[in-house]
């Protein structure tokens, strides 16, 4: 039983597009994190949520806009989305905020044509 | 600007050795360090920690030390065993839930 799901796996787009990608968590945890990969292989946080409510929000477009309708969910939305943007989005979960222990989806690779 | 950093990108190592990764950071104020090991195509999977206020900690196979003088922490896996194949990645946090990962290496196993 996966206990961090994203959906989907791949994903490929053209330029100017809006794509969304979903995440679960069923370990009940209560904050949830995207991170990127870029092509350097680099691991960056994007959003933080804890029960809902967004905790961190890095230098990130406008264009990315995270929702968590509850706490076992975090998605990503892409509005408009560019070649950079290319990269495989991890989600992410631990047990509280300071949960150091983090807990990794299989990660969604997004390739925007 | 990578507060955490991981020089070497790849390394290779006999079965039945010891397989040593190392690992610097810039941020005094970490006070919390993690290992974690990716398969190809998987996220991310939680190896073993360390909080600042030790220099060793022991999991098995795996044993991780901390030199805050240095600002460097290593990653000792004895015996290295083929699935211990896999990208490295180090991580630090101030304890604020965001952690600044390394950019991996890659440890191949050779038998």
């Known amino acids: 039983d996966t206990a961090v799901s994203q959906t989907p796996k791949y994903l490929v787009t053209q330029m100017g597009n809006d794509k969304s990608i979903k995440c679960e968590q069923n370990?009940?945890?209560?904050?949830m994190y995207w991170y990127k990969q870029d092509s350097k292989k680099f691991l960056k946080i994007m959003f933080s949520?804890?029960?809902?409510?967004?905790?961190i929000n890095e230098t990130v477009p406008n264009r990315f806009s995270p929702k968590s309708p509850d706490k076992a969910h975090l998605n990503l939305h892409i509005n408009s989305l560019e070649l950079g943007d290319s990269a495989v989005y991890f989600c992410?979960?631990?047990?509280?905020?300071?949960?150091?222990?983090?807990?990794f989806g299989p990660g969604t690779r997004l390739l925007v044509l | 600007d990578q507060q955490v950093k991981q020089n070497s990108p790849s390394l290779s190592v006999q079965e039945g050795r010891i397989s040593i990764l190392n690992c610097d950071y810039t941020n005094s104020m970490f006070d919390y360090f993690l290992w974690y090991k990716k398969y190809p195509a998987e996220g991310p999977t939680f190896l073993i920690s360390i909080s600042s206020i030790k220099d060793k900690n022991e999991d098995g196979r795996f044993t991780v030390f901390l030199n805050k003088s240095a600002k460097h922490l290593s990653l000792h896996i004895v015996p290295s065993q083929p699935g211990d194949s896999a990208v490295y990645f180090c991580a630090a946090t101030l304890n604020d839930y965001k952690l600044s990962f390394g950019a991996g290496t890659t440890v191949t196993v050779r038998a």
């Open positions: 992410a979960s631990s047990t509280s905020v300071g949960g150091e222990t983090q807990y």
């Open positions: 370990l009940g945890h209560d904050t």
């Open positions: 949520y804890n029960n809902k409510e967004l905790i």
